[in-house]
Each structure stands twice: as C-alpha cells, then as structure tokens.
C-alpha cells in the first residue's frame, strides 16, 4: 500500500486539532479512514506554526482527500513517499545481531 506524508495547514489562531481531541474522536476519524482503507500511522506538529504533517498509507491521494472531507480535516498538500532506513547494516547482518 502506498504511503503518503500529507501536510494541512491551520490557521494561525487555531488550536492544532489533534492535541485537544477526545478518544470518541480519535475513534471517529480511525473508523472513516478505514472505510476507504486509509491508515493514519502518525504525525508531526510543527513547532513554528500550526501545522501537521501526517503519515498514512491509502490507496490512492484521492482517498486521502475523500476522508480528510469526511473528518473535517484540511489537506494542502499530499505526497507520495518511501521509506528510507538509515541502517542498512540491519540488512547485512539480520535481527538481533
């Protein structure tokens, strides 16, 4: 499944949502996500202003958009990433070693 670092940008004089939710919207934004199979595996709130950037996995950006609608969520900008390990001796050498 792809992945895709999606960044939304509040206002200035916004609360970033995410620290002030309650788990029944935690709940909420977890179950229509997954409706169109997006998965939210974490996020980064800028320290200079408020902004998120969140990671997820979706089918497609459009799935994306479709659920961040869904919550009430902004969406600026989607882009597709990968996953770069900065340890690739972990490959060499295999677990625990």
């Known amino acids: 499944?792809?992945?895709?670092?999606?960044?939304?940008?509040?206002?200035?004089?916004?609360?970033?949502?995410?620290?002030?939710?309650?788990?029944?919207?935690?709940?909420?934004?977890?179950?229509?996500?997954?409706?169109?199979?997006?998965t939210w595996i974490h996020s980064y709130i800028s320290a200079d202003r408020p902004s998120v950037f969140d990671l997820v996995e979706a089918p497609s950006p459009e799935a994306v958009r479709l659920t961040a609608r869904s919550n009430g969520l902004p969406v600026d900008r989607i882009i597709e990433v990968t996953t770069f390990d900065p340890y690739p001796y972990r490959m060499l050498t295999g677990p625990g070693q």
């Open 1 to 38: 499944m792809p992945r895709y670092l999606v960044e939304r940008a509040f206002s200035e004089d916004a609360d970033v949502p995410y620290r002030f939710w309650s788990i029944e919207r935690f709940i909420e934004v977890i179950s229509c996500n997954s409706d169109r199979r997006v």
